[in-house]
């Protein structure tokens, strides 16, 4: 059987930290940024957990 390639798509997007939680930025900070009001877009900024729910999904794309 041949090998599972990771998904660059995804590789490129989340992080792995030490612990092995799966980290991702959030949306909506890409552009159009003037009538976000900066309390908004301070929060946007901060990266978060992915959901449990995805997590086996994600991990099989990275292939951890």
């Known amino acids: 059987m ?3 390639k990771t998904h660059k798509g995804a590789k490129a997007r989340i992080k792995i930290t030490g612990s092995g939680r799966l980290r ?3 949306q909506n900070r890409g552009h159009i940024m003037e009538k976000k ?3 908004r877009t301070r929060r946007l900024s901060n ?3 992915i ?3 995805d997590e086996k999904r994600i991990k099989r794309m990275l292939g951890i």
């Open 24 to 26: 991702r930025r959030q």
């Open 51 to 53: 959901h449990s729910g």
């Open 47 to 49: 990266e978060v957990e």
């Open 37 to 39: 009001s900066s309390t």
């Open 2 to 4: 041949p090998k599972m």
